[in-house]
Nanobody, 117 residues
Framework: QVQLVESGGGSVQPGGSLRLSCAAS????????MGWYRQAPGKQRELVAR???????NYADFVKGRFTISRDNANNTVYLQMNSLKPEDTAVYYC???????????WGQGTQVTVSS
């Protein structure tokens, strides 16, 4: 069983920055991807960025050059550094880990990010 706890959301003005953290407890091993999704009101949940167990990263086009995902393996924590935030980045951000052996997904509770002047 894996539990994910997010932190770091909040309100910021356009152009500002936030860093999200996701701490995972439980067994994180094998082939997996850990990352962030977001869901804005009335929209589907969408991938923001993820990092694979081998270290490869991928980003949604709408955050490339602005967001950076990183990982602290010793503490099973993933970070999302968000710079140059825009109002359209406003959403609930969810941490996710997916294990490829059994296609099992785990989700955090979500953290609100609001970008507004």
């Amino acid at each position: 069983q894996v539990q994910l706890v997010e932190s770091g959301g909040g309100s910021v003005q356009p152009g500002g920055s936030l860093r999200l953290s996701c701490a995972a407890s439980g067994s994180i091993f094998g082939a997996y991807a850990m990352g962030w999704y977001r869901q804005a009101p009335g929209k589907q949940r969408e991938l923001v960025a993820r990092i694979f167990s081998g270290g490869t990263t991928n980003y949604a086009d709408f955050v490339k050059g602005r967001f950076t995902i990183s990982r602290d393996n010793a503490n099973n924590t993933v970070y999302l550094q968000m710079n140059s935030l825009k109002p359209e980045d406003t959403a609930v951000y969810y941490c996710n880990v997916r294990f490829f052996l059994n296609n099992k997904d785990y989700w955090g509770q979500g953290t609100q990010v609001t970008v507004s002047s």
